[in-house]
Every structure is written in structure tokens, then in C-alpha cells.
């Protein structure tokens, strides 16, 4: 998964929680960010309830979608200029709510 820089204060509406089930078959929950839309493709930010040496910060997954119009499935991205991209413009729609580090 993808993970980039952290914020430090959270929007005080309730959080949305979504699950994913990782590679290895485990259950993480994370707090639903946004989506952000770049060129042509949608990506879904997602912030790792518990913080662990794999994720420390916000979760950047291209959304692929389905046959099954209410299931997604969620790929790693590759490009670092395309993962710097979509923060950038989540940092840019969210810097009068978010204090980024």
C-alpha cells in the first residue's frame, strides 16, 4: 500500500470506517479520506486507524472498478509522481481543515 506524509488534526465529523482485507488475508480498518479524480483515473485516500511499521501515514489506492457496480477493488500504485500528484491536490482541497506535518 501505498502511504504518504501524516496531518495532525482530524475533522471533527464522524468518521467513515472502511476495512480492507491486505495481501496476507488480514483485516485493517482505516478512516475514509476522500477521492480524488487525476487524469482520467479515481483514487481513494484512506488514514490506518492504528498506526503500524507498514502504514504511518495517509493511503493512496487507485480505484479499479467491477462488473459489480456496488464492489471496488483497490491497487498499490507504482509511480511515485502520480502518488505526489493526488496528495498534493488532497492537500490542496483540505489546507483550511487539515494541519499537514
Known amino acids: ?16 470506517i472502511i476495512t480492507l482485507t491486505d495481501e496476507d488475508g488480514n ?3 482505516f478512516e475514509f479520506l476522500d477521492i480524488i479524480e487525476y487524469q482520467g483515473e479515481e483514487y481513494i485516500l484512506l488514514l490506518p486507524l ?4 507498514d502504514m504511518d501515514g495517509v493511503v493512496i489506492l487507485k480505484i479499479e472498478p467491477t462488473e459489480d457496480e456496488d464492489v471496488d477493488n483497490f491497487a498499490g500504485i507504482e ?10 491536490i488532497f492537500k490542496e482541497k483540505y489546507k483550511d481543515e487539515f494541519n499537514f506535518e
Not at 1 to 16: N, Q
Not at 50 to 53: C, F, I, N
Not at 79 to 88: R, S
Request: avoid cysteine.
Open 1 to 16: 500500500m501505498a502511504e504518504k506524509e501524516t496531518f495532525d488534526e482530524m475533522s471533527e465529523e464522524e468518521a467513515e
Open 27 to 29: 483485516d485493517v480498518d
Open 50 to 53: 492504528e498506526e503500524s511499521d
Open 79 to 88: 509511480d511515485e509522481n502520480v502518488l505526489n500528484a493526488v496528495f498534493e
